[in-house]
């Protein structure tokens, strides 16, 4: 049986030594840091089929087949260097409920799906876009299925700010992500989105003790 979160492989610095490379290791790095991905697992069922869009590296979707090997799971990213770092550490794993795809959100096959998660995806998104690929998203969900939406909140403004600085780092310097603009919307925003799509949704903030305004909000079909 593997442990969840954390204990195991997946315990403090051995998660790094499943990614090839010294750079693929410091970004992984900072994004474990950076971001509690163990808090999304309660929102998670334990088996079925699971749709990460945007999975860069493959940090979550690689969390989620370790700790739900019921779970089969989709995993894309427009980036084949990034996939194919993902499917290195995947195989270093040795987890087989797992695949990983190159591919745009708004192209990649969304069969009926039990959990469809999009994680600091759609604030790269223009507006009209997101609302079209949410949309979709929740159209595939089976009943008693769940949109994970993780995305950064507009509040504490001194968050949101710093949040916007290194994203501009990030995104329009440094080139590590994907992305021409930013297209932040208020929590509130998102969740009465998800609201007009038919899903029961409510509003998780993960953000405590955290520099960053870590925002979740989870949709149910």
């Not at 994680?119 to 159209?139: F, H, I, K, N, S």
């Not at 909140?153 to 329009?172: D, H, I, M, T, Y």
């Amino acid at each position: 049986m593997r442990p969840a979160w954390p204990g195991g492989l997946w315990a403090g610095v051995d998660v790094l030594r499943l990614y090839p490379g010294t750079a693929a290791r410091l970004h992984v790095a900072l994004r474990w840091g950076l971001f509690p991905f163990g808090a999304l697992l309660p929102f998670v069922p334990e088996s079925g089929l699971a749709v990460d869009l945007g999975c860069g590296h493959g940090l979550w979707p690689l969390l989620l087949a370790r700790a739900r090997p019921g779970l089969h799971i989709h995993a894309i990213d427009p980036d084949a260097d990034k996939i194919a770092l993902a499917r290195a550490a995947a195989r270093a794993a040795n987890l087989s409920n797992i695949q990983f795809f190159v591919g745009t959100a708004e192209e990649a096959a969304l069969p009926p799906c039990h959990l469809i998660s999009l994680v600091d995806v759609l604030y790269l998104v223009p507006w009209r876009l997101q609302e079209q690929l949410l949309a979709r998203a929740a159209g595939c969900l089976v009943r008693g299925g769940r949109l994970l939406l993780k995305e950064m909140s507009e509040r504490p403004r001194w968050k949101a700010r710093w949040n916007r600085v290194q994203e501009f780092l990030s995104v329009r310097l440094l080139r590590i992500t994907w992305g021409s603009g930013f297209y932040f919307r208020e929590g509130a925003a998102w969740e009465a989105l998800l609201r007009h799509l038919g899903l029961r949704t409510w509003t998780v903030r993960l953000d405590a003790g955290r520099p960053h305004p870590h925002l979740l909000l989870v949709g149910e079909r």
